[in-house]
């Protein structure tokens, strides 16, 4: 075959091996770009596979330098070979011969390891001999293989606990939150997060999520029972017995101060058909025995109508807990008030001034939210460190979140391998493995030249030996 076929084919055979790094010519094949280059109009997974990168070239040059020193020896044992066998034939002596079977099978395997590497990446000589190509025509496979072993020998329950335990994530994590420096860090990247989070979210939405479940809440509870209760309590101690001076007082005092509108409203309801003097009698008469009333009231612990009040509250503690329709009546008021507006926007208004208050306390480095999560931190660090209960159920904790992602999600990981191997360009894929690999495998080839000429000669020295 001469050297112009030989480059057709790719530099399948061991001289066109090396006219090009990695049989990359300096002209594209079809379907193909030259290195430093994606492929055109091609829009893959993995596309950093799909290009050669500068340190991709410095492996190329490499694999090349291997290749000519491979493909030299092959020559080198040929040429030897040719001169044995010209001085065998030219009477030079025995030798020749045990040097001509040295040379011989360093050819036979120079050209055996030279096909078997370059059925790795192509078809030797352009040739489709079966089995060969292997990774441009296995590509696909390979990757479901890649993923399937990863998912099975690295993606597995034991394998996570087993790593895990021997971690020691509860004690290791605890002995570094309980230094002060770690400790502000922490605190400082929560803080952070605390306020991203509260930017992130709405207050039209907060406030709708809020002001639901404040209504949910509401309308599940009756709460007419636990007023009964509290106000039966309330009563039993005495303690609304200072509302009731406190209303007293003021009454007193309010009607001091307005008198003159008290006996104008007595008298404003008189009949029209009473003299005046007798309305203004009467509304004097009705505001002098008002007053008197409230003084005595004011004044006197033990007035009847203190007893009264009592005995009407406890009455009324007693309807709010077992009475039907007073329970009834309480809740169609609960139901009225949340539905009013002002209740609304009260509710709403909540949000805001709570998150106000967070987001003032996160960014305060003196705080008092921050100190206590700073505080909390170092002594859950100092307790994780020393704690083994601690330790065990944190380092279970862990485990068992892993495990979860792992056996949940495993099909998703490794179908990410399976998925991005298929998406590589077979031909652009098997150029760079063999970039990063193939100097070492042309090694293969110089180590089948010279085992194979060690075995020749030591094959053909036996046969001499037995007198074949």
């Given at each position: 075959m001469d050297s112009a076929k030989a480059d057709q084919t790719d530099g399948a055979g061991p001289e066109g091996q090396h006219a090009r790094p990695g049989g990359v010519a300096n002209r594209t094949m079809p379907g193909q770009t030259a290195p430093g280059r994606t492929m055109p109009g091609r829009t893959v997974p993995g596309r950093a596979m799909n290009s050669f990168s500068p340190a991709d070239e410095e492996k190329f040059r490499g694999v090349r330098r291997m290749k000519l020193t491979a493909t030299g020896m092959l020559l080198f044992v040929a040429l030897v070979y040719v001169l044995a066998k010209w001085a065998g034939n030219s009477g030079a002596g025995a030798w020749t011969g045990y040097v001509a079977a040295?040379?011989?099978?360093?050819?036979?395997?120079?050209?055996?390891?030279?096909?078997?590497?370059?059925?790795?990446?192509?078809?030797?000589?352009?040739?489709?001999?079966?089995?060969?190509?292997?990774?441009p025509t296995k590509k696909d496979q390979l990757g479901v293989s890649l993923g399937e072993f990863v998912g099975e020998n690295f993606l597995s329950r034991d394998v996570v606990r087993q790593r895990l335990r021997s971690v020691g994530?509860?004690?290791?994590?605890?002995?570094?939150?309980?230094?002060?420096?770690?400790?502000?860090?922490?605190?400082?990247?929560?803080?952070?997060?605390?306020?991203?989070?509260?930017?992130?979210?709405?207050?039209?939405?907060?406030?709708?999520?809020?002001?639901?479940a404040i209504n949910r809440r509401?309308?599940?509870?009756?709460?007419?029972?636990?007023?009964?209760?509290?106000?039966?309590?309330?009563?039993?101690?005495?303690?609304?017995?200072?509302?009731v001076d406190l209303v007293?007082?003021?009454?007193?005092?309010?009607?001091?101060?307005?008198?003159?509108q008290v006996m104008d409203a007595v008298q404003g309801g008189a009949p029209g058909w009473t003299p005046r003097f007798v309305d203004k009698r009467v509304g004097e008469r009705v505001y002098k025995e008002l007053l008197r009333f409230i003084t005595e009231m004011r004044d006197m612990p033990a007035h009847p109508a203190r007893g009264a009040l009592d005995r009407f509250l406890t009455d009324f503690a007693g309807d709010l807990q077992s009475d039907t329709d007073t329970r009834a009546r309480v809740e169609h008021l609960k139901r009225e008030v949340l539905g009013r507006g002002e209740v609304q926007d009260l509710i709403a208004s909540a949000w805001a001034s709570v998150r106000q208050m967070i987001v003032s306390a996160a960014e305060d480095e003196r705080s008092e939210l921050r100190l206590r999560v700073r505080a909390s931190l170092l002594s859950l660090g100092a307790r994780m460190a020393t704690d083994p209960k601690l330790q065990a159920k944190v380092d279970g904790w862990v485990e068992g979140a892993a495990v979860y992602v792992v056996t949940t999600y495993r099909d998703e990981i490794t179908s990410l391998i399976t998925d991005t191997v298929a998406g590589w360009d077979a031909e652009h894929t098997s150029k760079k493995i063999e970039a990063h690999i193939g100097r070492d495998l042309q090694f293969i080839r110089i180590n089948g030249t010279v085992v194979g000429s060690l075995a020749g000669l030591l094959i053909y020295t036996v046969s001499r030996a037995l007198g074949a």
């Open positions: 040295a040379a011989e099978a360093g050819m036979v395997g120079a050209l055996a390891d030279w096909f078997a590497v370059t059925a790795l990446f192509r078809h030797p000589l352009g040739i489709p001999i079966p089995h060969t190509a292997i990774i994530i509860g004690s290791r994590l605890g002995a570094w939150l309980a230094l002060p420096e770690h400790a502000d860090r922490v605190t400082a990247e929560l803080a952070t997060a605390l306020r991203g989070a509260l930017a992130v979210l709405r207050d039209s939405d907060v406030q709708a999520v809020v002001g639901e509401a309308d599940a509870q009756e709460i007419a029972p636990g007023i009964g209760k509290m106000l039966e309590k309330v009563v039993a101690d005495g303690g609304h017995r200072r509302v007293c007082v003021r009454a007193h005092d309010w009607l001091v101060l307005h008198n003159d």
